[in-house]
């Protein structure tokens, strides 16, 4: 199963990924990382905005699928930040001290800001 309920908008090396899902396994957000990842090699895409605000809960597989994603970037100096998590999620990154690797923002518009 693959992540299906989600519009990309990429402006020059940035693109903003806004998920209408309101969980996230690794299968389910796979298939928008492999367009992420696309759009890495063949866009010029490096810096990745994803908005969470409709996801209430991630598990451990979907955590690691980013990573993975996070360590893909680094090779062309890009980034993955996310904006707009709910409580749940924003305390599971708080918890696993992923928020001290991923960056995060209150909304959309700051997280663009902080990409420019």
């Known amino acids: 199963m693959s992540l299906e309920h989600h519009q990309i908008e990429q402006q020059g090396c940035l ?3 806004h998920v209408d899902a309101t969980k996230l396994s690794g299968a389910d957000i796979d298939g928008l990382i492999e367009e992420l990842a696309n759009r890495m090699r063949c866009d010029g895409a490096t810096r ?3 908005d969470l605000a409709k ?3 991630v ?3 979907c955590i690691g699928s980013l990573v993975t994603f996070l ?3 680094q090779a062309v100096h890009g980034s993955l930040m996310f904006a707009c998590c709910q409580p749940n999620v924003a305390f599971l990154f ?3 001290r992923l928020d001290t690797i991923f960056a995060m923002f209150d909304d959309v518009e700051q997280a663009r800001g902080a990409a420019a």
Request: charged share 20%; with cysteine.
């Open 48 to 50: 990745f905005i994803l």
């Open 15 to 17: 693109c903003i990924a």
């Open 94 to 96: 708080k918890v696993t």
């Open 71 to 73: 360590q893909d970037l």
């Open 59 to 61: 598990d451990s597989s």
């Open 55 to 57: 996801v209430e809960y």
